[in-house]
């Protein structure tokens, strides 16, 4: 988490952001944020079991869409009933505390802000009309969400909360008259759009995204390597600045140099197939293959072991305690989610709650049985209180163990294959090499050019 140094803690204001992982989105903000935050949510939500209650128990709003509406109900009910919302929303941030909405509205799996609506925009504008006079006036702070991989469980996430944005004069006070307002509205949420654009770094496609990652990648990698230090994983904060940096300067490329750019994408996306090729990652190029180190070779061996011969009878254990439960909870997912993207969220409030409950089960189940067999056989220790944790303990480290082992074994394998790659690939290896310090020295020199212009 990194700008709480731009809340600013003599106004209230209203929360922005893009809507990438559904009900998670506003659980991470809502953890990382100082204050208290009212939150405006479709009120379909209000309906699911548990999570409508907590909802209403941390005083979310909810929020009308026409689509979300029964078929032919009137649109002039769903209207008052938003005005009503927005109104406690906005006396919220009236008050001096903070409001959030997503103004995209809905959650989706792409790369870039969808399209807004305008409900955020009349909110700061009715929190402005609210706001007594001599107070300072409303924030509009700006929040990006970034994940690592949103889709596996336990997903790294970085929350960045961005300086608040500066406004047109004629988007700072709430203009007159029906029409007036609506197209005021109109334009705030366009600088919604571009402000959102700028926080996500958003690109047009899942491919050019994944090309500015590889980017990132052989940058770091080369310069590490050119340095002669040892490459250490970056964290979240290092990997979104990277990439905001790679993003800014193709934006810049694009105006100011235009063939140049393009041809670095292009070349940066032949380097990324041809790594792909030999199934490795930028900084492995410059790993030492097994056969040049036996200690690295024992490790390899010892990590085999462990993962492949160890963890599989703990696995069992997981999955013969948890499948049930989890069957369970994807059948019940699926009866009460409406969207796609609430399933995941669905899962995880339901699962917080109902494995741990089947742990606890397994554990009394456990302890009873032990003490009913103890009672049978005296040479079997009466240990029920031991006996019950330990099976608490190997259900959720089985458990846990179900979700992350698929992860740690294909990890497990591919650094056993990338050491092989490097051993007997050697000729390959060199060329990427040649072509990742190439790759390194046009970024340098593209990057030269573009401050130069700046200055100039």
Do not use: C
């Given at each position: 988490m990194t700008g709480l140094e731009n809340v600013p803690e003599d106004r209230g204001g209203l929360i922005v952001s893009w809507h990438p992982n559904g009900v998670i989105d506003g659980a991470v903000i809502l953890t990382h944020f100082p204050s208290r935050i009212v939150f405006g949510a479709r009120h379909g939500i209000f309906k699911w079991p548990l999570l409508g209650w907590m909802m209403h128990q941390i005083g979310t709003v909810p929020i009308y869409r026409r689509k979300d509406m029964p078929q032919g109900e009137s649109d002039t009910g769903r209207q008052a009933s938003n005005r009503q919302s927005i109104d406690a929303l906005a006396q919220a941030v009236a008050d001096g505390g903070f409001a959030a909405l997503f103004p995209e509205g809905k959650s989706h799996d792409e790369p870039f802000v969808h399209e807004l609506k305008t409900g955020a925009a009349y909110l700061y504008y009715r929190a402005v009309e609210l706001t007594p006079e001599g107070s300072a006036p409303p924030v509009i702070l700006p929040v990006g969400l970034h994940y690592n991989q949103k889709a596996i469980f336990g997903s790294k996430v970085l929350v960045e909360f961005h300086p608040p944005m500066e406004l047109p004069a004629d988007l700072v006070e709430s203009a007159e008259g029906d029409e007036e307002r609506r197209q005021q509205a109109r334009r705030l949420t366009a600088e919604f759009d571009r402000e959102l654009r700028e926080v996500v770094l958003a690109t047009e496609s899942w491919e050019l995204h994944n090309l500015f990652q590889r980017a990132r990648k052989l940058i770091r990698a080369e310069g590490v390597a050119r340095t002669g230090a040892r490459s250490q994983p970056p964290d979240m904060i290092e990997r979104i600045r990277h990439f905001g940096s790679i993003w800014k300067g193709y934006q810049?490329?694009?105006?100011?140099?235009?063939?140049?750019?393009?041809?670095?994408?292009?070349?940066?996306?032949?380097?990324?197939?041809?790594?792909?090729?030999?199934?490795?990652?930028?900084?492995?190029?410059?790993?030492?293959?097994?056969?040049?180190?036996?200690?690295?070779?024992?490790?390899?061996?010892?990590?085999?072991?462990?993962?492949?011969?160890?963890?599989?009878?703990?696995?069992?254990?997981?999955?013969?305690?948890?499948?049930?439960?989890?069957?369970?909870?994807?059948?019940?997912?699926?009866?009460?989610?409406?969207?796609?993207?609430?399933?995941?969220?669905?899962?995880?409030?339901?699962?917080?709650?109902?494995?741990?409950?089947?742990?606890?089960?397994?554990?009394?189940?456990?302890?009873?049985?032990?003490?009913?067999?103890?009672?049978?056989?005296?040479?079997?220790?009466?240990?029920?209180?031991?006996?019950?944790?330990?099976?608490?303990?190997?259900?959720?480290?089985?458990?846990?163990?179900?979700?992350?082992?698929?992860?740690?074994?294909?990890?497990?394998?591919?650094?056993?294959?990338?050491?092989?790659?490097?051993?007997?690939?050697?000729?390959?290896?060199?060329?990427?090499?040649?072509?990742?310090?190439?790759?390194?020295?046009?970024?340098?020199?593209?990057?030269?050019e573009l401050n130069a212009a700046a200055v100039d």
């Open positions: 810049k490329g694009l105006q100011s140099h235009p063939a140049k750019t393009i041809k670095l994408v292009a070349d940066v996306a032949q380097y990324d197939e041809d790594l792909r090729a030999l199934r490795i990652e930028d900084h492995e190029l410059d790993g030492t293959p097994w056969v040049a180190s036996p200690r690295r070779a024992v490790l390899l061996l010892l990590e085999f072991i462990v993962v492949y011969l160890v963890l599989p009878p703990f696995l069992i254990i997981g999955v013969l305690v948890n499948l049930p439960t989890a069957l369970l909870v994807l059948a019940f997912t699926k009866a009460v989610s409406e969207k796609y993207k609430d399933e995941a969220s669905v899962k995880l409030l339901v699962g917080s709650v109902v494995f741990p409950l089947t742990w606890l089960l397994v554990a009394l189940f456990v302890a009873w049985s032990e003490r009913t067999l103890a009672g049978v056989y005296p040479e079997i220790p009466d240990a029920p209180v031991l006996t019950g944790v330990v099976a608490f303990l190997l259900s959720a480290f089985g458990g846990v163990l179900v979700l992350q082992y698929r992860q740690i074994a294909t990890e497990t394998l591919r650094t056993i294959r990338v050491h092989f790659t490097l051993a007997r690939r050697r000729q390959a290896v060199q060329r990427l090499l040649v072509e990742r310090s190439y790759l390194f020295d046009q970024f340098l020199a593209l990057d030269r």
